[in-house]
């Protein structure tokens, strides 16, 4: 394996995009402030960049340092990041997460934007910029967790992840296992990639479950093979899981 390897979490597979059903109907017409960032976001849409995020199943072209300058220079305004998400954008919603107030917004909120949040972006930065900061992260990995959705059951098993790294009391990591044995080799590509972090996290945090989850890992093969880029880590729950463990070692 190639040294040093500076990433710790893969990047997720490329997936087929799933079909974003249009954003709901809004009563009344975009603010200004509205319409103004909405222009400046397509002025700084770039096709090849656009491209490479189809790939992944994102449909924005928008350079991120240059959306979190514009988020830096707006910073915090919830109502107007109300008014982006409800653009229905993927680079106005970006946007949005980022200039919100997390504690503003109730389970239920946090629920529709999560299942209005079909792209990979707009759902990561939702969980890990939003839903994460707010008191209901636990109550929302729950109700996630078992939808029948596997774009928003990812969601819940990433949520799940956190908790398998930070704060693992009351989870059930065999019960875990046992479902990510049974399930991760046919789960569609999004959740099958959450399972599969979810493995890597409870062998690389858990040394009493190391030697079943590099063991369900190489008897499953999800991932093997997936094309890792020079210094980055392999998402193949074995590899994954041996290299960060090293990593974790004393140096003489």
């Excluded at 967790?145 to 956190?162: C, E, H, I, N, R």
């Excluded at 399972?195 to 093969?221: F, K, S």
């Excluded at 074995?238 to 003489?252: A, D």
Aim: proline content about 12%; some cysteine; aromatic content about 4%.
């Amino acid at each position: 394996m190639a040294q040093p390897l500076t990433q710790t979490t893969p990047t997720p597979p490329t997936e087929t995009p799933t079909p974003t059903p249009p954003p709901p109907p809004t009563t009344a017409a975009p603010s200004a402030a509205v319409t103004d960032l909405l222009a400046e976001l397509a002025a700084l849409d770039e096709p090849k960049a656009r491209a490479i995020n189809a790939r992944h199943g994102d449909d924005f072209g928008v350079n991120l340092s240059k959306l979190r300058a514009i988020a830096k220079r707006l910073k915090t305004q919830h109502d107007l990041a109300v008014d982006l998400w409800r653009t229905g954008d993927t680079a106005a919603r970006l946007l949005a997460i980022l200039i919100c107030k997390p504690k503003a917004l109730d389970l239920s909120q946090l629920d529709t934007m999560l299942r209005q949040a079909r792209t990979p972006k707009v759902q990561d930065w939702l969980v890990n910029y939003v839903v994460k900061k707010t008191p209901h992260a636990e109550d929302l990995r729950v109700l996630w967790f078992a939808d029948p959705d596997p774009v928003v059951a990812s969601a819940g098993w990433a949520l799940t992840v956190d908790r398998v790294a930070k704060s693992p009391a009351g989870l059930d990591l065999p019960g875990l296992l046992a479902q990510i044995e049974a399930q991760m080799t046919d789960a569609p590509e999004r959740l099958q990639w959450a399972m599969n972090h979810c493995l890597a996290q409870i062998g690389i945090e858990h040394p009493e479950h190391r030697v079943r989850a590099i063991d369900i890992g190489e008897r499953l093969q999800v991932l093997k093979d997936y094309p890792t880029p020079p210094n980055c880590t392999s998402p193949f729950a074995p590899i994954w899981i041996t290299e960060m463990v090293s990593r974790q070692q004393p140096r003489p």
